[in-house]
């Protein structure tokens, strides 16, 4: 079982240290969880912009005077919906699978409105790479995957759903499934398989092979979704776990109580962590 920082001191009052040392624990792939944090949006914003930039794409799960929070809800005012990911099951993901360039790799998922029969569940990507063996990391960091969204995969959304056409309207990436994160040069396997479209495999000094989809990720899934490297929460009010993006996947159960309500943030860890110079101009994810 991986490690957690369990926590009810205030973040709001953490030194500059203290965050950075945070930062450097979530970036291992493990999950690290706040408890009765009491945040206004304000607040929580607040927190997060010391660790980094954040998104504020200004869609309408963004609240006005608060743009970088995304609301998570299966709640609907009018017939329109007041948050992204509704009330049904969520497959393993990770932020922003089907963007070409993923600079937002730090999410913040607070807890404003709890449902006690929703389980979030994280595993460590990170871990699991260094328990490898050496033939299957060689294997692993030849192998070049295409992610694009597909709809009744990770998530299922209506055909007039606004979130599918934002989903939708995400070009793809190709890239290694091995990557090494930009503040930690460590090791991680991208296996967000429900974004995965095709793979390929290139033996060194060979020709680029096609990979049969369905059996390489039935067989990777087996070798990573394993309870050694997983952890699990059920949301309180004032609960905050902080994810890494690349050293991490997550997946969430349905929810029964559709007022559930968590505050999304975003971001990068550049304010209390800048790029190495080997990182800077260099796109992340590649």
């Known amino acids: 079982m991986t490690t957690q920082i369990l926590n009810s001191k205030k973040l709001l009052d953490f030194s500059d240290k203290e965050i950075l040392e945070v930062a450097k624990e979530v970036q291992t792939g493990r999950p690290v969880f706040f408890y009765e944090q009491d945040f206004t949006q304000a607040d929580y914003v607040k927190v997060m912009r010391r660790f980094g930039e954040p998104e504020t794409p200004k869609l309408w799960m963004n609240p006005k005077d608060n743009p970088e929070i995304f609301i998570v809800s299966g709640k609907k005012v009018d017939g329109q919906k007041l948050g992204m990911f509704g009330e049904k099951e969520l497959g393993w993901h990770s932020n922003g699978n089907s963007r070409k360039d993923i600079k937002k790799i730090l999410v913040g998922l607070y807890c404003n409105k709890e449902c006690e029969d929703t389980t979030l569940s994280m595993v460590n990507t990170r871990d699991v790479f260094k328990d490898f063996s050496q033939e299957d990391k060689d294997y692993y960091s030849n192998i070049t995957c295409y992610f694009k969204y597909k709809n009744y995969t990770m998530m299922e959304l209506e055909e007039d759903d606004p979130e599918l056409e934002l989903m939708d309207g995400h070009s793809g990436q190709i890239r290694e499934l091995v990557?090494?994160?930009p503040h930690t040069n460590e090791e991680y396997i991208y296996f967000s398989y429900h974004f995965i479209r095709k793979v390929w495999y290139t033996p060194p000094g060979g020709k680029r092979q096609v990979v049969d989809r369905e059996e390489f990720v039935d067989k990777l899934y087996?070798?990573?979704?394993?309870?050694?490297?997983?952890?699990?929460?059920?949301f309180k009010v004032g609960d905050l776990i902080l994810m890494d993006q690349f050293a991490s996947l997550h997946r969430r159960t349905a929810i029964n109580d559709l007022d559930r309500e968590l505050w999304r943030i975003a971001n990068d860890y550049n304010n209390i962590m800048p790029l190495p110079k080997f990182y800077v101009g260099a796109a992340y994810g590649t």
């Open 179 to 181: 990557g090494k994160h």
């Open 222 to 234: 087996k070798k990573i979704m394993r309870s050694r490297y997983m952890d699990h929460h059920i």
